[in-house]
């Protein structure tokens, strides 16, 4: 028997580091070759790290949260042969054993243990589990019984979220993945059995409090929302806007809808009406390097669309919106819509942007105070539409309106310019015949 040494991959585009933002596996367990090891994040594209070969989990070399340099050792196996250590000179042993990167935690000496009895730090479980069987099948838990204190069930963030939304405690789910990891099929059959604790009558007291540490996606949503707000001095305008003639348009277009086109929302006029805006208004497809003290004012109109997904907040980017008409950015927002909530967006559609719309759909609200996203100077914030009654002068008449809240970097963007962009944007919307003329 011999060990191998696991190091994080290059995983491209110049990346140095990347930051640990979920395990798989644990001390102990067994792992076939290709079995997903690990997930790394960098920038906001997530990457699953494979095991190259079988064996047995010896020392995992990071924790959740912690950021790894690349080629730094992040997981130790027990395999059949002499495996990658023994070929190895005494510097590159000592190397392993080494104090890592300053941004990754010191492994103590009893995290890497000559027997895979001893445990890990990183895995912390108080007692060996079973090892996972060479099929791949997972040890399960008792229908319904919690698992031991202080051990936390492995589950994705989409899991976890629909978990959050269902009102299940993970704690009480059997897994039927590798190392006892909770898949949605999981999920689905805990919820087909039913409750399996008696509830109690009246109301109980909660003192629990759960502390979730702050990693991944939300780590960086969190990260960037604190810098655009102390950097930028927001100034946020709010705008009503009449979308019935818009709405007929809309319906007319899609039931004349061609195989080759996709079904038109909202959202591509309004992509086209920025479009003809900032072609009044070129200052406001712009980023402001403010470090620098430059202006960055772009010719193309690369528009980002803040998407929710299971695992937070994404903007994915339509590129060179000025260049296609409304059923191609249609098309594309839709393209890359999925491809955000699937988690498969590359580096570059997530990137790029020079100015951003967000929505919140049916639940937008009357108004909200759009933050922008940093670098950009500018982002547009759509409200959700309802009929409102409307005075013509002589009667009051069912229209449906919408507000539009949009914000701008006051450094850059006076208050009128500003009014300027909204007032033309609502002139397009509001006449949108004018959208299809140059």
């Known amino acids: 028997m011999g060990e191998h040494v696991i190091k994080l991959p290059d995983v491209g585009e110049g990346v140095a580091e990347a930051e640990l933002v979920e395990w798989h596996v644990k001390v102990g367990d067994l792992v076939r070759e290709d079995m997903v090891l690990a997930a790394v994040m960098t920038d906001k594209a997530t990457v699953e790290i494979p095991s190259p070969v079988d064996g ?10 912690d950021t790894v340099a690349i080629g730094s050792p992040i997981v130790r196996l027990k395999v059949a042969g002499e495996g990658n250590m023994k070929p190895q000179s005494d510097a590159a042993e ?3 054993k080494a104090e890592p990167p300053a941004k990754l935690p010191t492994p103590k000496p009893e995290a890497a243990p ?11 479980p108080k007692a060996k589990p079973a090892p996972v069987p060479a099929n791949g ?44 990891r909770i898949g949605h099929e999981d999920i689905e059959a805990f919820l087909a059995r039913g409750p399996q604790v008696a509830k109690t009558s009246g109301l109980a007291r909660k003192d629990n409090v759960e502390d979730i540490k702050v990693i991944g996606l939300r780590r960086k949503i969190a990260e960037k929302m604190a810098l ?8 946020t305008y709010v705008e009503e806007i009449d979308v019935t003639s818009l709405e007929e348009l809309r319906a007319t277009l899609n039931k004349k809808k061609r195989q080759d086109r996709p079904k038109l929302t909202l959202l591509p006029f309004l992509m086209r009406a920025m479009v003809k805006a900032i072609a009044d208004q070129p200052s406001i497809n712009a980023i402001f390097d403010d470090e620098a003290g430059i202006i960055h004012q772009h010719g193309g109109v690369h528009i980002g669309i803040a998407a929710q997904t299971p695992s937070g907040l994404v903007v994915p980017v339509v590129k060179h919106a000025e260049a296609r008409d409304l059923w191609e950015c249609g098309a594309e927002v839709n393209r890359l819509a999925e491809a955000a909530k699937s988690g498969t967006a590359s580096r570059d559609e997530l990137s790029g942007s020079t100015i951003t719309i967000t929505s919140l759909g049916a639940m937008g609200g009357v108004a909200t ?17 309802m009929v409102r009654p409307v005075w013509d002068g002589t009667q009051f008449i069912p229209r449906k309106m919408m507000n539009l809240s949009s914000s701008f970097d006051h450094r850059v963007i006076d208050g009128w310019d500003a009014a300027v962009f909204v007032q033309r944007i609502k002139a397009l919307l509001e006449t949108p015949a004018l959208i299809f003329v140059d």
């Open 369 to 385: 105070t759009p933050v922008i996203n940093y670098p950009e100077v500018a982002i547009v914030g759509v409200n959700k539409m």
């Open 228 to 235: 655009a707000k102390s950097r930028i001095p927001h100034i």
């Open 137 to 180: 099948a997972a040890r399960a838990l008792v229908s319904g019984a919690p698992r031991p204190e202080g051990e936390k069930p492995l589950a994705s963030p989409a899991v976890r979220l629909r978990a959050r939304e269902a009102g299940i405690d993970l704690r009480q789910v059997a897994g039927s993945g590798p190392a006892g």
């Open 114 to 124: 000559a027997s895979p009895k001893a445990q890990s730090k990183v895995a912390a």
């Open 94 to 96: 000592e190397a392993i």
């Open 56 to 65: 047995e989990i010896l020392w995992l070399g990071a924790e959740i949260g």
